[in-house]
């Protein structure tokens, strides 16, 4: 282990995070489901959301390159005039309405990273494991909500490459998941998996990260008594209870093999494998809150059992605030959104381009408000 890394892993260990949460809501996919259904019997702490908010890169996503402020209908110049004289530097314009972006949100990524390691391990260069599951966690504080984005693992997007000894080598692009296998496998790592998915949203501010093994999907599955599904599409290579159309309730390792495994054989298999992860994460957010109800000390037994697993940025007044806030906010259907794209073969990988104009259009419906314009301000 060379010198940096080394002083980078004294660093992380004496780093006190004392997440003490209910990794309820989040971790679907490959161990994704983790994190923001922080239920922890505490009092509102103030410091913890200046902490969270302050946290993020920007204020708000960089739309002004991708959407146009000028709108695409027609305008009548008094609406042109009146515009103009109220018009504030972080609104946008799309599709001949107007929109500002909420500052009160608050959007966390999580991450299922390709390891089977019961603990996070430390290894400089090209060996922190691929993020198989990425997930924004969004929490409309406004709307009291939690809304999720699942992004496809092979989603093209520029990234960082580095060598074996962690140096930088250039820019381009390349599937999102790969981002994070470069660097230490701890913060570092999630730090440049951070980068790669605010690059995709265009610079979206992002409060916070959490990464959680593969391995920890079944404790994770448990913790809730499992979860009831009907089965998607044939797993049955890794379980023969898991055929398609059954029936079935995930314990243990068919919860493992259910939102991991994927017949890399198959085309669009990371597409098939996302919407298994989406329809887990649905039953087990349902699952969890039902499990917390009964009894709050699953979040403290569970955290404890998988926390050598967890990279988090997430410190102990931010998580207080988040309990206080989170526990009571809605997660409905409606609120499961994927990324609308087309993937496409390229030698022996797949790789999967996003629809611009959709995923504008998404940035937009979860990040941002309508701006109605009243008479009153352009003082007519």
Request: some cysteine.
């Amino acid at each position: 282990m060379t010198e940096r890394t080394q002083d980078r892993e004294r660093r992380r260990r004496g780093k006190k995070r004392i997440v003490v949460t209910v990794l309820a809501w989040v971790i679907a996919g490959a161990a994704a489901l983790a994190l923001a259904a922080v239920i922890l019997a505490g009092a509102f702490a103030l410091s913890g959301r200046n902490r969270l908010l302050k946290g993020a890169e920007s204020e708000a996503p960089n739309l002004a390159s991708a959407v146009s402020a000028d709108g695409t209908e027609e305008e009548t110049e008094r609406e042109a005039e009146q515009e103009k004289s109220v018009w504030q530097e972080d609104w946008i314009k799309y599709n001949g309405k107007i929109y500002t972006y909420k500052k009160d949100i608050m959007t966390f990524l999580i991450m299922g990273i390709d390891k089977n390691t019961d603990a996070v391990e430390v290894a400089e260069g090209q060996h922190g494991g691929q993020a198989d599951a990425l997930f924004l966690v969004v929490a409309d504080q406004r709307e009291k909500a939690v809304k999720i984005i699942g992004i496809n693992r092979n989603t093209m997007t520029d990234i960082d490459f580095y060598d074996k000894n962690g140096a930088y080598v250039t820019t381009g692009p390349g599937q999102i998941c790969i981002q994070h296998g470069f660097g230490n496998g701890v913060e570092e790592s999630c730090e440049y998996q951070k980068k790669a998915v605010r690059n995709l949203f265009y610079d979206l501010p992002i409060h916070g990260y959490a990464a959680v093994n593969m391995s920890a999907i079944s404790a994770i599955n448990d913790a809730v008594g499992g979860v009831d599904v009907t089965v998607l599409d044939d797993v049955t290579a890794k379980d023969k209870s898991l055929v398609k159309g059954n029936r079935v309730h995930l314990m243990g390792e068919s919860a493992f093999w259910y939102v991991k495994y994927r017949d890399t054989s198959v085309f669009g298999s990371a597409d098939m494998r996302l919407e298994r992860q989406k329809q887990y994460l649905k039953a087990f957010v349902a699952k969890a809150k039902e499990a917390v109800r009964r009894d709050p000390s699953v979040a403290l037994e569970l955290y404890n059992r998988i926390r050598p697993q967890i990279v988090t940025d997430i410190s102990a007044d931010e998580v207080v605030y988040l309990a206080a806030t989170l526990k009571d906010y809605r997660f409905e259907e409606g609120n499961l959104y994927t990324l609308k794209g087309e993937t496409v073969k390229s030698g022996k990988f797949e790789e999967f381009y996003a629809d611009e104009e959709a995923l504008y259009q998404l940035i937009i419906e979860v990040f941002y408000e309508e701006v109605e314009l009243g008479e009153d301000q352009n003082g007519a």
